[in-house]
């Protein structure tokens, strides 16, 4: 049976301030240790495995997504009508790496009612935009856009700070792959691969705006206090590194200037050299509990899974409902 490592002493400091920002919740109710032989959605021959157990990609590219996220006036509004961002966006955070994390590793019946949670709550969420246009949280198109910027931000954070190259065909397989949750929640015309998404993106880009809402997010998100010590330096660090994942587009639209885009540079270059650090103090989460449920060493994860095709997972209408 496989084991974990112990965590080197010198991480550790690394990993408690990991654990006071984002707390491992035993109230959640997922024990990703059991059933054994319970893959979940994806499993462990799944690119989304390798990719969202990386923690400096997924934070920088799960801060990186809000930042897009500002740009639709629509999705924006369901945010800011329905949300207490203001006050809790730590928790919204939270949440939202609690819902990405079981989704990915929980089993499957759990992730599967995750999903099923988080559809009851869009069906409640709806209204007007500050221009009288009407939204709707379970409306498919805005359901895409949130995806989409998620699924983009995870990729490229994999990419600046991990040290595995991912070339076309492996990001194609994550964009399949991921967009089965997507479309259990009921998102449409989700793209399937890199070229499709830098399509969408492009596509979308019309119906952007960088307004006044967006910067008031922007700025809640720049006075985010993380519970950790040395709150300040932390929030700099991974927010720009985040910046640094945007599209020359958004960077564009969000008009950040030549000091805000120095920075994204050195806290980039300054998260990639401490990633390994980041990656041997969490060893031992919710994906390497994953990997053990399926007796498979947590090892796995330092490599993608070969071949393209030979080890796809089922299709999406065998691993996840799409109606609750």
């Known amino acids: 049976m496989a084991t974990h490592r112990p965590i080197p002493s010198l991480h550790r400091p690394v990993r408690d301030w990991v654990l006071k920002a984002f707390p491992r919740n035993p109230e959640s109710g997922i024990d990703y240790s059991n059933p054994q032989g319970d893959p979940g959605l994806f499993g462990p021959d799944s690119v989304t495995w390798r990719i969202h157990a990386d923690f400096p990609g997924m934070l920088s590219g799960g801060l990186c997504a809000l930042m897009l996220q500002t740009l639709h006036p629509r999705a924006l509004a369901a945010i800011w009508d329905h949300s207490n961002f203001r006050q809790d966006l730590v928790g919204r955070l939270r949440r939202t790496t609690t819902f990405v994390g079981g989704t990915t590793y929980a089993p499957r019946d759990l992730a599967q009612g995750m999903i099923d949670r988080v559809r009851h709550i869009h069906d409640a969420i709806a209204g007007y935009t500050a221009d009288g246009k009407p939204y709707a949280a379970s409306e498919p198109h805005l359901l895409t856009w949130v995806h989409v910027t998620e699924a983009y931000a995870f990729l490229q954070g994999f990419r600046r700070y991990s040290r595995l190259s991912v070339p076309t065909p492996i990001a194609d397989r994550y964009y399949d792959e991921v967009r089965r949750i997507a ?17 969408y993106m492009q596509e979308i880009q019309p119906e952007l705006r960088f307004d006044e809402r967006s910067r008031e997010v922007l700025r809640v998100l720049a006075s985010i206090r993380l519970p950790v010590p040395a709150a300040g330096l932390s929030r700099e660090l991974f927010l720009h590194a985040g910046a640094a994942l945007l599209p020359g587009w ?17 806290a980039s270059r300054t998260l990639y050299a401490m990633a390994p650090v980041f ?4 060893r031992d989460g919710v994906a390497s509990q994953s990997c053990l449920r399926m007796n498979r060493t947590p090892d796995i994860l330092r490599e993608f899974p070969p071949g393209n095709d ?7 209408s065998e691993n996840v409902r799409t109606t609750r």
Do not use: F
Not at 183 to 199: H, I, K, M, T, Y
Not at 279 to 282: D, I, V, W
């Open 183 to 199: 479309e259990a929640l009921g998102a449409s015309q989700v793209p399937v691969s890199e070229r499709d998404v830098l399509n």
């Open 250 to 266: 958004a960077v564009s639209l969000m008009q950040r200037t030549p000091v805000q885009r120095m920075k994204a540079r050195v």
């Open 279 to 282: 990656r041997s103090a969490l």
């Open 310 to 316: 030979a080890v796809r997972q089922e299709s999406s």
